[in-house]
């Protein structure tokens, strides 16, 4: 068993990266588990970013990850490249295990992991990821100006995403596999009034078509088994976000839908010295610079714990 440290973060991305470098600042030398394979978060499966302040031409995702890594090593952050599989949060000493059977105890914890987004399954998903498969608009829907493209999903998601995206795409074919929405009546018609928005009914996606970028996907009919092919050049999935919170069951409070319940105006969960930042708590912006920010406040609410805990700096 290590000694008790102040601080452990667990996750990394924006939100974890960030409440590093602010904890690192204040002298806590933070320990900081950043992942096995998700280090660094969604945005290392993401291309260029460019509505995050500060750089006017756009930075790659997994560049932005890099560089607020290191910016948080400089301070004197130490990373374990490994995943959490067990915590004890609950008393007064914290204890997680990573995934190579090392065990860390801290007086507080920032809890930053994150969430995943729900995915198809379908076998080209994951390598044209970031090739014309996206699940951002915000973040891709720059890079299809005057191209066809589709949404899957009938969510709010789904339809704020489609009605988004008809800013840069001459085509947005939103494709439900059931024959109405499940989307707020202010938002379906907001889509129906649309003219670049076109609905296709009772069809599931079972394709995705190319070899180097988007080419076009096989739809299938849910209520008749027919298929066809439907030529496009990107594929926007938003079917839903999985909160990484399955460690954290019996301990943390969360809501229905597995998000970490902070407490109103903090970013302080329902256990003293637990704090949650990013995606984890959030399931309204889920943007690279909002997650940034909770990581700020996480930051903060734990250095001010734990120096009324009497404690100033590793």
Not at 84 to 106: C, H, M, P, R, W
Not at 140 to 167: C, P, W, Y
Not at 173 to 185: F, G, N, Q
Request: hydrophobic share 40%.
């Amino acid at each position: 068993m290590s000694k008790i440290e102040p601080l452990v973060i667990i996750g990394s991305g924006p939100s974890g990266y960030t409440a590093a470098v602010y904890a690192a600042r204040a002298q806590l030398s933070p320990i900081l588990l950043e992942g096995s394979v998700t280090a660094g978060g969604a945005l290392m499966n993401t291309t260029e970013v460019e509505n995050f302040p500060g750089f006017k031409d756009g930075i790659m995702g997994p560049v932005l990850m890099e560089e607020m890594r290191a910016q948080a090593e400089r301070f004197g952050t130490r990373f374990i490249t490994d995943d959490a599989v067990k915590v004890d949060l609950t008393g007064e000493i914290k204890t997680i295990e990573d995934g190579s059977g090392n065990k860390y105890q801290a007086k507080a914890v920032i809890l930053a992991t994150g969430s995943g987004y729900k995915k198809i399954g379908l076998a080209k998903e994951e390598t044209l990821s970031g090739r014309g498969v996206s699940y951002c608009a915000t973040c891709d829907g720059f890079f299809f100006k005057e191209q066809a493209i589709a949404v899957v999903g009938g969510g709010d998601s789904a339809v704020e995403e489609a009605t988004f995206l008809t800013r840069f795409a001459s085509k947005v074919y939103l494709i439900h596999r059931r024959d109405e929405l499940r989307a707020s009546r202010i938002m379906q018609k907001r889509a129906q009034d649309d003219p670049k928005i076109e609905f296709v009914w009772n069809t599931e996606v079972i394709d995705i078509l190319g070899e180097d970028k988007v080419t076009g996907v096989t739809l299938k009919d849910t209520k008749t088994g027919e298929t066809k092919n439907l030529s496009l050049t990107g594929i926007f999935v938003a079917i839903g976000h999985i909160p990484r919170s399955e460690l954290l069951i019996g301990q943390i409070d969360l809501d229905d839908a597995g998000y970490v319940l902070a407490k109103p105006g903090s970013t302080k969960t329902n256990i003293e010295g637990v704090f949650a930042c990013g995606d984890l708590v959030d399931h309204v912006y889920r943007q690279a610079i909002t997650a940034a920010g909770t990581g700020c406040q996480a930051a903060l609410d734990a250095e001010r714990f734990l120096a009324s805990q009497g404690i100033f700096s590793a």
